[in-house]
């Protein structure tokens, strides 16, 4: 019996610590579906050009060299220094991620009217993105918030047309003129 229950218990033993090898292998495997954090990616504006009224722009994210994450089809999206314009987001709700890797580019169009006179026109002084995660894989923390000097120009701010819209992530560099 001494042997038969010693060959259990080197049994259960042996089970238990791979169990707790597996569960440690994959707890420090690093996941391939992590949300960016700001320090992940480079953000910038890139203008997309002007036709009939309206403007077309876009927040341009590019993986840092060694990064990998994914940007979810929609960010949030705000306006500082221009108080009558509004930032309304166009995409799906189950609009699809994109990965970025090691230098590749996605990007979120934007699009607004700049028609009004030049008294009926705002520029905002920035604009924000939030991004989805604030700590990387790593462990790495970084803010959310990401703020962009607006240089595109003065909005519209009617009633009828003062509203920026924000698209859907798309894989990619940015259009420009």
Partial sequence: MTVRTTAAALFVAGAAAGTVALTT?????????FNCT?????TKLVYGGAGAGGRDGAVQFTAKPGETCTLPGSLPVDLTGAHDVLVSSDAAPDAPAVEVSNGSSAYLPLHWTAIGAPGEQETPLALTVTAPQETSPRGDTSDPKIDLSWNLGGVDATSGSHTVHTGTMTAGTAPTI
């Fill in 25 to 33: 292998g994959t707890a420090s495997a690093m996941p391939t579906d």
């Fill in 38 to 42: 700001s320090g992940q990616v480079t």
